[in-house]
């Protein structure tokens, strides 16, 4: 079966542009999750769904930043106003349950890069 | 905030070779992860240690985990090529079901 898919895998946006990354997680994972990683550094949490609910959006940096999971399957992560720093790979990962011991599987992530 | 750091945050071993990486955190957790990421790729899952004194093998590497300490270790044996990567460290806290990463620790094996 298919993996979590992200798309576009590149983007380049001017500064100033609104962007929007797209997640498929595995079909029928329950737990969707998004994260920065800077160059060079480990992922860093930005938000956390259940089916369609927002539960944990705490990592978030900056009320640009919104995330949708409508009907509980595809995400998008919104960026608005791009701005230099957002540049980073952002990557998805979806478990199956909700429990904290079922490994998360990750999207091969989108690098978003702003001039 | 919790902190997770990993240490050496670079390191070059020869082929056959014995290493460990270590992984400290801050917080008391008893739930933490072991993921691999090859360049320009994403992360892979490699053990899931859930509870003191946890110890998981596969292959050449080995992970245990020390909840007293806050220190998981991930044992590298007779290093091969293949497992040149970058290794992360994740500590996981109920609060939020939130995942902290550490640095990661960039591995190369050379033959």
């Known amino acids: 079966g298919a993996g979590v898919s992200q798309s576009p895998r590149y983007k380049v946006a001017k500064r100033g542009q609104d962007v929007a990354l797209r997640c498929d997680p595995i079909?029928?994972?329950?737990?969707l999750f998004w994260y920065q990683q800077a160059l060079g550094q480990g992922p860093e949490f930005l938000t956390y769904?259940?089916?369609?609910?927002?539960?944990?959006k705490s990592g978030l940096p900056s009320d640009r930043f919104f995330a949708e999971r409508p009907e509980g399957s595809v995400s998008t992560l919104k960026i608005q106003r791009t701005q230099q720093e957002d540049s980073a790979v952002y990557l998805c990962?979806?478990?199956?349950?909700?429990?904290?011991?079922?490994?998360?599987?990750f999207g091969p992530g989108t690098r978003l890069t702003v001039t | 905030e919790l902190k997770v750091e990993q240490n050496p945050l670079f390191l070059s071993m020869q082929e056959g070779k014995n290493y460990t990486i270590y992984c400290n955190y801050s917080?008391?957790?008893?739930?933490l992860y072991w993921y691999r990421q090859d360049p320009g790729k994403s992360l892979e899952s490699l053990f899931v240690?859930?509870?003191?004194?946890a110890v998981k093998q596969e292959g050449r590497l080995m992970a245990s985990l020390d909840t007293k300490a806050r220190l998981s270790t991930l044992h590298i044996t007779a290093a091969v090529h293949d497992l040149s990567a970058t290794y992360f460290c994740?500590?996981?806290?109920?609060?939020?079901?939130?995942?902290?990463f550490g640095t990661g620790t960039s591995l190369t094996v050379i033959p």
């Open positions: 917080t008391t957790s008893d739930r």
């Open positions: 994740a500590v996981y806290l109920m609060t939020g079901n939130q995942f902290y």
């Open positions: 240690l859930l509870s003191n004194g």
């Open positions: 990962a979806s478990s199956l349950g909700t429990r904290y011991y079922e490994p998360q599987y």
């Open positions: 079909s029928g994972h329950v737990s």
């Open positions: 769904f259940q089916n369609e609910a927002q539960l944990d």
